[in-house]
C-alpha cells in the first residue's frame, strides 16, 4: 500500500498531465488504431498517402503494373537497416532500386528459384525482412497462404508483383504518365500514377495520385498539388 | 619581432624527443619495379610516364637527357631507344614487399614508409650488429642479393634528417641533425611527405618559401613557431617541426604474418563432384585448424585451383563467420564444393572444364581473434546474421549461383551499370563508376531491365519502318510502336492466325507481334559507340518513347535502341 504524501489536489493533476502525455504519444506514433504488436517499417514521405499506416510488419501487399512502385514502397525500411530479397524478378533495374535508395549491400537478388520457389520464398520470408516477389513465380494458392501465415509470424512484409489472393494492401497502377518528352527533344524527366488503393480491409477502393522520380527543373514549369486524394467508390 | 624571437624559441623547443633511424632508400623505385616487371636489364634506359610526364627515369635514361617531368615527346627526343613504362601505384608496392622481406633477415622490424623507402629504428638493431656501418653494410648486402636492386642506407635522428642522409649515404651522428639540416635548401622539405596529398601541400608551401626569400631550412626554422602556424597552417606547423630534425611520430613497425594456405595434390586427377566433396571437406577442416593454432581468423578465403592442362582457376570469397563459432568449416567446405563443382561441370564462365590436379585454400585478411572490425555502432546486429544465415541457406538449396549480390558499376546502358556477383563471392568492377561514361542515358533509370533485348518494330505513319543513318538522321518521326507478345497469349494467336495478319502460310517461328501503340513523344536519338577498338564493340542509337494509351492518356515509357538496321527495346520505364 503506497504511502500518500500529497494533497489530493495535486495528485489530480499529475494523474490528468500523465494521461495527457500518453495522449501525445498515441496520437503522435498513432498507437491507437490497432494493436499491432510490431512498429512499422517506414516508408518514404510520398507514398504515405497510399500506405498512411505505413508498411506493417507481417501484411502481403499485392501491386499490379509497376516495378518501380515496389521499389519505391521496400526503399525506406531498406535505407533503415532491413535486409530485401528480390525473388523471380530477373529484369529489375538495380540502378533503378539504387537510386529510389534501396541500399544494394543489404539486397539479394534470386532471379530463377524455379520449381523450388516455394522453399527460396518461405527461408526468405524466415530471414528477410522485405521479401519482392516477381510475377511469375511456381506459386500455388496453398503456397501463398502458407507464405502469407509465415510472413504475419515472423514480422517480415510481403510486396508481391500481380494477383495474390486476400492480401491485405492492393495497389493496382491503374495510369502511370510520364513527362518530359517532346517530339525527339527533353528526356524522361517525371511520372505520375494513379493507383487504385483497395485491399482486405479497406472499405472502398481510394485513388490516390502519386508523383515518382520528382523533379525539380519540371517542377518550376508546373504550379498547384503535388499529391491530391479523392475518394470514390469502386 | 626579431627580438622577441629567440625568447619564443626557447620555450617551443626544449628537450626534443626523436628515433635515432636507419632510412633504406632504393633510388627510382618506380622504375626499378617497372623494369622487373618488364624484364628489362638494369642498364637499359627506360622511364615511368604518368599523366603527361615522366614520374621517375633510369640511371642509363637519366645520363641520356631524360630528367623527371619531362614530356614524352622531348624524352623520346633525347633518348630515341627510351622504354616507356605505364604507372602502377599497386605495382610499385608489390614489388616492394620483396625489398621489405629482404630487410626484414637483417632487422626484425621494418615500417615502409612510401615504396622505395624503409625506416628502421637503428639503436637496437645497430648494437646487435655491433656497429651503425656493420647494420647499413649488411642492410645494402642483403636487399642486393635478395631483391637484386641497389639501396642507399643512411642514419640520423628524425625523420628528414634520415632521409637526406640516406640519399648520400651518410651516417650523421647523434644530435647533429640540426647542423647537417640547417645548410639543406627548403626544397627537401617534400622528401619528408610520405603521401602524394601531403607532398602537393608541401610542395605548395616551398614554392611560397622560396618567393619569401627562404631558401635554407636555417632561414625557416628561425621563424618563430607561432608565426609560422598563423601564417602556413599545420602544413607549415609540420615543415617547421621536421626542418629543425624533430620527429612528427614514431616508426610504425609492421610485423611479417606467414599467409596461411592450406595446399591439397590430388593423388590421381580430380573429375567427378563425389571426390571433391570429402576433399573439400578436408580441406577445410584444416584451413579451419590452421586459423584456430594462430589464434587468428581471416575476412577473405582465395580458393585456387590447378588443373590438368595447366589453367588456374582463382576465386575470393568473402567470409563473415568469424563471430559464430564452429560455422567456419562448414561454411568453408560448401564454398570449395560449390566453386570446384562449377568449374568441373563447366557452368561458370572460366577456362576449359578439366580434372584438376592441385587445390589451394588461402585465408586473407587476417586479423588477431577478437580483433574484428564491426561497424561504427555496435556489433553485427541479430538481423544481419540472420539474413546471411538466410541466403546462405538459399544458396544450399538452389546453388551456389542463384543467389546474387549486386552492386553499380559505371556503364552507359542500364545492363552495363550492374554487377552481379554470387552472394559472398568478391570481385573488383571492371568499370569505375567515377569515370565520366559520356552518352550515359540519363536518370530517371528504369525499373524493369530485359536481360537480353527483345526485338521491336517502330513504325512511321504509314506504318514503314523508321530507320537511322549514319549521321543519326531518322526516316520519318516515330509514330507506331509494335512490341512482341507472349505467344502462349490466346489472343494473340488467334491475330496471328487470321488471315488479315497477312502471315498465312508464312513458317511460324517468328516474332509473334502485338498490336501497334500510338507514341505519344519521343526523345533521341542518342548515340552510343562502345568499345569501336575491340571484338565485342557497338554502334547504337536510343531512342525514349512514351507511349499512348488507347483511351488518350499518356501512358508507360520505352529505351529502344537501333542497331544493324533493326529495333531492340532496352528497358521499360514501369
Known amino acids: ?234 | 619581432m626579431s627580438d622577441i624571437a629567440p625568447a619564443r624559441r626557447e620555450s617551443s623547443t626544449g628537450p626534443v624527443v626523436t628515433v635515432r633511424r636507419a632510412v633504406l632508400w632504393v633510388p627510382d623505385w618506380p622504375v626499378v619495379a617497372a623494369m622487373g616487371e618488364a624484364g628489362l636489364g638494369a642498364d637499359a634506359p627506360a622511364a615511368v610516364l604518368h599523366g603527361r610526364g615522366m614520374v621517375a627515369v633510369s640511371a642509363a635514361a637519366r645520363a641520356a637527357g631524360v630528367r623527371r617531368g619531362m614530356r614524352r615527346r622531348l624524352a623520346q627526343r633525347a633518348c630515341p631507344e627510351l622504354a616507356i613504362l605505364p604507372h602502377d601505384e599497386g605495382r610499385d608496392s608489390r614489388a616492394f614487399e620483396a625489398v621489405a622481406a629482404a630487410a626484414e633477415e637483417v632487422v626484425s622490424g621494418v615500417e615502409v614508409s612510401r615504396p622505395g623507402l624503409l625506416m628502421i629504428p637503428a639503436d637496437g638493431a645497430a648494437r646487435f650488429h655491433g656497429s651503425e656501418e656493420a647494420l647499413a653494410e649488411a642492410l645494402v648486402t642483403a636487399v642486393a642479393e635478395l631483391a637484386g636492386c641497389e639501396s642507399g642506407v643512411g642514419m640520423a635522428d628524425g625523420l628528414l634528417a634520415a632521409v637526406l642522409a640516406a640519399r648520400s649515404s651518410a651516417l650523421v651522428p647523434g644530435g647533429g641533425s640540426a647542423d647537417f639540416l640547417a645548410d639543406a635548401p627548403v626544397e627537401v622539405l617534400p622528401l619528408a611527405a610520405m603521401e602524394r596529398r601531403q607532398r602537393e601541400q608541401v610542395e605548395d608551401l616551398v614554392s611560397v618559401l622560396t618567393r619569401l626569400g627562404l631558401t635554407t631550412l636555417a632561414d625557416f626554422t628561425a621563424l618563430p613557431a607561432g608565426d609560422v602556424l598563423a601564417r602556413f597552417g599545420p602544413v607549415g606547423m609540420w615543415a617547421h617541426r621536421v626542418g629543425r630534425g624533430e620527429d612528427v611520430r614514431p616508426p610504425v613497425l609492421r610485423r611479417s604474418e606467414e599467409d596461411i594456405a592450406v595446399t591439397y595434390a590430388f593423388e590421381e586427377p580430380a573429375q567427378r563432384v563425389e571426390q571433391l566433396a570429402l576433399v573439400a571437406d578436408h580441406v577445410s577442416r584444416q584451413l579451419d585448424a590452421a586459423l584456430l593454432e594462430a589464434g587468428v581468423r581471416c575476412g577473405r578465403v582465395r580458393i585456387a585451383a590447378t588443373t590438368e592442362r595447366g589453367d588456374a582457376l582463382e576465386r575470393v570469397w568473402r567470409t563473415d563467420v568469424g563471430s559464430r563459432a564452429g560455422a567456419f568449416a562448414k561454411h568453408m567446405t560448401d564454398r570449395v564444393r560449390w566453386q570446384l563443382e562449377g568449374w568441373l561441370s563447366g557452368t561458370s564462365s572460366g577456362p576449359e572444364r578439366a580434372p584438376l590436379t592441385a587445390l589451394q585454400v588461402t585465408a586473407e585478411d587476417v586479423v588477431p581473434l577478437g580483433s574484428e572490425q564491426a561497424y561504427l555502432w555496435g556489433g553485427v546486429s541479430g538481423a544481419d546474421s540472420r539474413a546471411q544465415r538466410t541466403l546462405e541457406r538459399v544458396q544450399g538449396l538452389l546453388g551456389a549461383d542463384a543467389v546474387l549480390a549486386v552492386r553499380e558499376q559505371g556503364g552507359r546502358s542500364p545492363r552495363d551499370r550492374v554487377l552481379a556477383l554470387p552472394w559472398g563471392q568478391e570481385a573488383t568492377p571492371s568499370r569505375r563508376i567515377e569515370h565520366p561514361w559520356p552518352g550515359r542515358i540519363p536518370d530517371p533509370a528504369p525499373a524493369t531491365v530485359l536481360p537480353v533485348p527483345e526485338p521491336l518494330e517502330v513504325l512511321d505513319a504509314g506504318g514503314a519502318p523508321v530507320r537511322i543513318d549514319r549521321r543519326l538522321a531518322m526516316s520519318a518521326p516515330p509514330t507506331w510502336v509494335r512490341l512482341q507478345v507472349d505467344p502462349r497469349d490466346e489472343r494473340a494467336a488467334a491475330a496471328r492466325r487470321h488471315p488479315s495478319s497477312g502471315r498465312m502460310g508464312l513458317a511460324s517461328d517468328g516474332p509473334s507481334w502485338g498490336l501497334p501503340q500510338p507514341v505519344e513523344a519521343w526523345a533521341g536519338p542518342w548515340p552510343i559507340v562502345e568499345r569501336w577498338w575491340s571484338e565485342d564493340s557497338s554502334r547504337r542509337a536510343c531512342l525514349q518513347i512514351s507511349l499512348r494509351r488507347p483511351d488518350g492518356a499518356p501512358g508507360h515509357a520505352l529505351l529502344a535502341s537501333f542497331t544493324d538496321g533493326s529495333w531492340v527495346l532496352e528497358a521499360i520505364y514501369d
Open chain 1, 1 to 234: 500500500m503506497p504511502i500518500e504524501t500529497t494533497p489530493d489536489a495535486s495528485q489530480e493533476e499529475r494523474l490528468s498531465r500523465a494521461r495527457a502525455a500518453l495522449k501525445g504519444v498515441e496520437t503522435r506514433i498513432g498507437a491507437a488504431r490497432e494493436a499491432w504488436d510490431r512498429p512499422a517499417l517506414p516508408l518514404t514521405a510520398d507514398l504515405t498517402e497510399l500506405m498512411p499506416e505505413g508498411l506493417r510488419r507481417g501484411q502481403v501487399v499485392a501491386v499490379t503494373g509497376a516495378t518501380s512502385l515496389m521499389l519505391a514502397l521496400a526503399a525506406e525500411a531498406s535505407r533503415a537497416g532491413s535486409w530485401t530479397a528480390a525473388i523471380g524478378m530477373p529484369t529489375v533495374g538495380v540502378v533503378a532500386a539504387a537510386r529510389r535508395g534501396i541500399e544494394l549491400s543489404r539486397l539479394a537478388l534470386i532471379p530463377h528459384p524455379g520449381a523450388q520457389a516455394a522453399d527460396a520464398v518461405g527461408a526468405c520470408v524466415d530471414g528477410m525482412d522485405v521479401v519482392l516477389l516477381g510475377e511469375r513465380l511456381a506459386l500455388s494458392d496453398a503456397n501463398r497462404r502458407r507464405i502469407g501465415a509465415r510472413a504475419r509470424e515472423r514480422g517480415g512484409v510481403v510486396i508481391a508483383a500481380g494477383e495474390w489472393p486476400a492480401a491485405h494492401v492492393r495497389l493496382d497502377v491503374v495510369s502511370s504518365a510520364w513527362s518530359g518528352l517532346g517530339a525527339g527533344d527533353g528526356r524522361l524527366r517525371e511520372r505520375e500514377l494513379t493507383v487504385a488503393v483497395g485491399g482486405r480491409r479497406a472499405g472502398a477502393t481510394r485513388r490516390v495520385r502519386v508523383l515518382l522520380d520528382g523533379d525539380v527543373g519540371a517542377r518550376w514549369t508546373r504550379p498547384g498539388a503535388r499529391i491530391d486524394v479523392d475518394e470514390e467508390v469502386a
